[in-house]
């Protein structure tokens, strides 16, 4: 199942990683902004594909905490920044923690590449191993990301 928590500018990376693994799209924003607690059952696994800054809101982190997510414990992370300081793996392992999940992978994409070759393949890369319950590189990024080396 796809958790799409992203602008409507950057949907398109959820929707090719839905259509390789096969898998439905559940806008969260939708669930969220409903502010009731909302039960998502699925076999297969969770695939959170967020817009970092907006996670990065503990307010959004506490209305997360609302939606229950039940059966597969297998969670992959994507996240849209902006490349500027972002730290998507402690991210994604605090959300696994939350959620009593198994990180199975967590990658980057950079706000806004719609057209980017690199980024809709990986993303149809990313779609296959959900797709197989396959983990992928845990802490990979497609696009060299500020600050991702060490500071001076």
Same mark, same amino acid.
Not at 119 to 123: E, P, Q, S, T, V
């Given at each position: 199942?796809?958790?799409?928590y992203?602008?409507? $500018?950057d949907k398109?990376? @959820?929707? &090719?990683i839905? /259509?390789q693994?096969?898998?439905?799209i559940i =806008?969260?924003?939708e #669930?969220? $902004?409903?502010?009731?607690? @909302?039960? &998502?059952?699925? /076999?297969?696994p969770?695939?959170l594909?967020? =817009?970092y800054n907006? #996670?990065l809101n503990l307010?959004?982190l506490?209305?997360m905490?609302k939606t229950v997510?039940e059966g597969s414990?297998?969670i992959?992370?994507i996240?849209?920044?902006?490349?500027?300081?972002?730290y998507?793996l402690n991210?994604a392992?605090n959300?696994?923690?939350v959620?009593?999940?198994?990180?199975?992978?967590?990658?980057s994409?950079?706000r806004?590449k719609?057209?980017?070759?690199a980024?809709?393949?990986?993303?149809k890369?990313?779609?296959?191993?959900?797709?197989?319950?396959?983990?992928?590189?845990?802490?990979?990024?497609?696009?060299?990301m500020?600050?991702a080396?060490?500071?001076k």
């Open positions: 199942m796809i958790l799409d992203t602008f409507d $500018n398109y990376i @959820a929707k &090719l839905a /259509e693994a096969s898998d439905q =806008d969260l924003n #669930l969220i $902004n409903s502010g009731e607690k @909302a039960s &998502l059952f699925s /076999e297969r969770y695939v594909v967020a =817009d907006r #996670l307010k959004t506490f209305k905490g997510t414990k297998i992959y992370c996240f849209v920044t902006d490349g500027k300081r972002s998507p991210m392992k959300i696994c923690a959620k009593g999940g198994v990180l199975f992978g967590c990658e994409f950079l806004g719609r057209n980017d070759e980024a809709l393949l990986k993303a890369q990313l779609g296959s191993c959900v797709r197989d319950s396959v983990p992928f590189e845990v802490g990979t990024a497609i696009f060299p500020r600050f080396g060490k500071r």
